[in-house]
């Protein structure tokens, strides 16, 4: 399967790596300063579940070629300006962006497009150098020619799943998502200070029941004591892109998280008072520049 991957960050990057590292022909479209590193010193993915190895996938700074799957692998607010580099129409693309009101903005350009989501903590430490910290790992899709994509995954030691919605893709994500990235962006502290402090687990737990409660109206069978489960079996170290990118004043996903959310509250009429707190005092926290 030709594959091409847009944005080689955290996800991008690994992605792109197994892939190479499995025997898929691989090129990732990056800007200029990316793909000459890459093209030249390859691709260096640390990872605790595939162990360390150098890719060396094919670079581009533009798509200009038909590819069998388009893997957009930016974030939120990088995605329109990434997009201008992808000049042909692939035959399919896979948004892995956090959030949901992506996809009917890709549709409407790329009739291709399917539901897709990952579970991955990587980071891009450098650019063409990828350090995945937890050997947890798991991608999920919906859409069409789907099973085909996750054979050619699985192939490359990527667990995915396919599920039979989109709804089920991206609030399956999005509900501990948003928990985790809001809680932690809020008290400028990893998970496991969040689930110790009376008042911030209270407004934790909110988060789940609220986005739970939405993602029900939405079409996604979510329930909110397995997400709590999960949340508080996760490593006390464990932070989130979110908390991290606002720390550092990086453009952050705030509002393709925690604003789509509110929204998708305001439109079913789900009050989300706890999401609220949260975002209000993110913004507190990290006053506008």
């Excluded at 291709?112 to 999920?140: C, D, K, M, N």
Aim: glycine share 10%; hydrophobic share 50%; proline share 6%.
């Amino acid at each position: 399967m030709s594959v091409a991957v847009l944005g080689p960050g955290g996800v991008g990057g690994f992605l792109a790596g197994a892939l190479a590292r499995a025997g898929e022909d691989v090129v990732v479209v990056a800007r200029e300063e990316t793909a000459g590193r890459i093209a030249h010193d390859g691709l260096r993915i640390e990872s605790a579940r595939l162990g360390s190895f150098t890719a060396r996938p094919r670079t581009a700074t533009e798509l200009d070629h038909e590819v069998d799957v388009l893997i957009v692998a930016t974030k939120a607010p990088a995605l329109d300006d990434a997009l201008a580099r992808v000049k042909v129409q692939p035959a399919m693309l896979v948004p892995l962006l956090n959030g949901f009101e992506h996809l009917p903005h890709l549709r409407a350009v790329f009739p291709g497009t399917i539901a897709g989501s990952i579970r991955i903590a990587a980071e891009r430490v450098a650019p063409g150098h990828v350090v995945q910290t937890s050997a947890f790992l798991r991608v999920e899709l919906a859409g069409r020619g789907a099973d085909r994509l996750a054979h050619v995954l699985r192939a490359a030691e990527i667990p995915t799943k396919v599920l039979d919605s989109d709804a089920a893709v991206l609030w399956g994500k999005l509900v501990r998502l948003c928990a985790l990235a809001l809680s932690t962006s809020a008290a400028g502290a990893p998970i496991g200070p969040v689930l110790t402090h009376p008042r911030r687990r209270l407004l934790l737990e909110g988060a789940v029941d609220e986005a739970t409660a939405i993602a029900h109206e939405e079409g996604a069978r979510v329930d909110a004591g397995t997400v709590l489960e999960e949340l508080a079996s996760l490593d006390p170290a464990q932070t989130s892109s979110l908390a991290r990118d606002l720390a550092a004043g990086n453009p952050s996903e705030l509002d393709a998280i925690g604003g789509a959310v509110m929204r998708a509250g305001a439109r079913h009429g789900i009050a989300t008072p706890s999401i609220d707190a949260l975002v209000a005092e993110i913004g507190r926290r990290y006053p506008p520049r």
